[in-house]
């Protein structure tokens, strides 16, 4: 088996392993008994679909997947901040 | 499969390996966010995903990046530095946030509230 076969065979390996992370975040948000548990639950998302992106952009060699991980970044970090403001004062902005 | 064949053996075990630990890494994370039974313990497992896990794995795509256009590519820098400072502050949020709803509703699983004036001064090890 050639290195290149190896890579690519790792990197499937790898993008499953972060869908497997995904379900769980996505099983903890659906179950999470309390709010905050849901709202820890979409930031692990995030970065867990950040990470597969990520993956993506190796398997393909092109850097156009780089915005999309940043993008993400940012949207992760804005949607988590303003749902913890929410469960603190119980409006976003004030 | 649309891996580049240009690239050396070496390489290409290093980016596999990297990735592999972040991918793993990450799925032990989320597994423990299933797994364990309390929020505060929650809160702990994830950032296995957002330190180390995206760690290796952009470490390997700059790797990779650079191997391939053989030439140093260090964009991924600005995710790391992103990352890094985002999630503390997410998550010291979100402690808050929780803290304060049990706090209100009088949940008996948390400690209570401390207050300044009651409890005594705590005294660094730098003050002496």
Redesign the interface.
């Known amino acids: 088996m050639?290195?290149?076969?190896?890579?690519?065979?790792?990197?499937?390996?790898?993008?499953f392993?972060?869908v497997?992370?995904?379900a769980?975040?996505a099983?903890?948000m659906l179950r999470g008994p309390?709010a905050?548990?849901r709202?820890?639950?979409l930031?692990?998302f995030y970065?867990?679909g950040?990470?597969l992106v990520?993956?993506f952009?190796?398997?393909?060699?092109t850097?156009v997947y780089?915005e999309a991980?940043?993008v993400i970044?940012?949207l992760?970090?804005v949607g988590?901040?303003a749902?913890?403001?929410f469960?603190?004062r119980g409006e976003t902005i004030e | 499969?649309?891996?580049?064949?240009d690239?050396?053996?070496?390489a290409?075990?290093l980016?596999?390996?990297l990735?592999?630990m972040?991918?793993?890494l990450?799925?032990i994370?989320?597994?423990g966010?299933?797994r364990f039974k309390n929020?505060y313990a929650?809160?702990h497992a994830?950032t296995l995903?957002?330190t180390l896990?995206?760690g290796c794995?952009?470490l390997?795509?700059m790797f990779?990046?650079s191997i391939?256009q053989s030439r140093p590519?260090l964009?991924?820098v600005?995710?790391a530095i992103?990352?890094t400072i985002?999630t503390p502050?997410?998550?010291m949020?979100?402690v808050?946030?929780?803290l304060?709803?049990d706090w209100s509703e009088g949940d008996g699983h948390v400690p209570a509230k401390q207050t300044w004036k009651k409890s005594k001064p705590v005294k660094d090890d730098d003050e002496v």
């Open positions: 050639s290195a290149q076969a190896i890579l690519g065979w790792s990197l499937n390996i790898a993008e392993c972060l497997l992370a995904m769980c975040a099983l903890r309390r905050q548990d709202v820890l639950a930031d692990a970065v867990s950040m990470i990520l993956t952009g190796i398997e393909t060699g850097t780089f991980v940043l970044a940012l992760g970090f988590t901040s749902l913890a403001k469960l603190m | 499969m649309m891996v580049a064949t690239l050396p053996d070496w290409a075990i980016t596999s390996v990735v592999l972040g991918a793993i990450t799925l994370g989320t597994v966010l299933l929020f929650r809160v994830p995903g957002t896990g995206i794995v952009l390997a795509s990779y990046f391939l590519v964009h991924e600005l995710i992103f990352v985002t502050i997410t998550l949020f979100l808050n946030a929780a304060h709803r």
